[in-house]
């Protein structure tokens, strides 16, 4: 089994999708209006409009996340946070070195997703 991708409902794929070209530096690819995607080196951001679950009923809903980390390994923390400023508009979490040495920064996308941007500690 090879991981593939996550992927993001949303109401508004325009708005979400520019949120995260400016987090990547990476235009989003979009292949029909209801739907754009970052493919990665790993895997693949997918970001869909609700219509695209419809059979699914109530069990998908947007603006409902509370447990899932989009994350992105950076080299500069800092760096890319203060590029993101003043958007995102809710920071979870200023630049901060964590306990087992990452550097994160947590940001909500507009949809109120955590983005962590993140970097390892050198060695």
Do not use: C, K
Not at 7 to 16: A, H, K, Q
Not at 28 to 53: K, N, S, Y
Not at 64 to 86: C, K, M
């Amino acid at each position: 089994m090879s991981f593939s991708s996550i992927r993001i409902i949303t109401e508004d794929v325009d708005r979400l999708a520019a949120f995260y070209e400016l987090v990547t530096g990476t235009a989003a690819e979009r292949p029909a209006p209801v739907f754009a995607q970052f493919t990665g080196t790993a895997a693949t951001l997918a970001i869909a409009d609700r219509a695209t679950v419809g059979m699914l009923g109530d069990a998908v809903s947007p603006h409902a996340n509370q447990s899932v980390f989009v994350e992105f390994e950076v080299s500069d923390v800092d760096g890319e946070f203060a590029r993101l400023r003043p958007e995102p508009r809710e920071v979870v979490l200023a630049p901060t070195t964590m306990p087992w040495g990452n550097r994160s920064a947590l940001i909500r996308d507009p949809d109120g997703n955590v983005v962590n941007l993140f970097s390892r500690p050198s060695d």
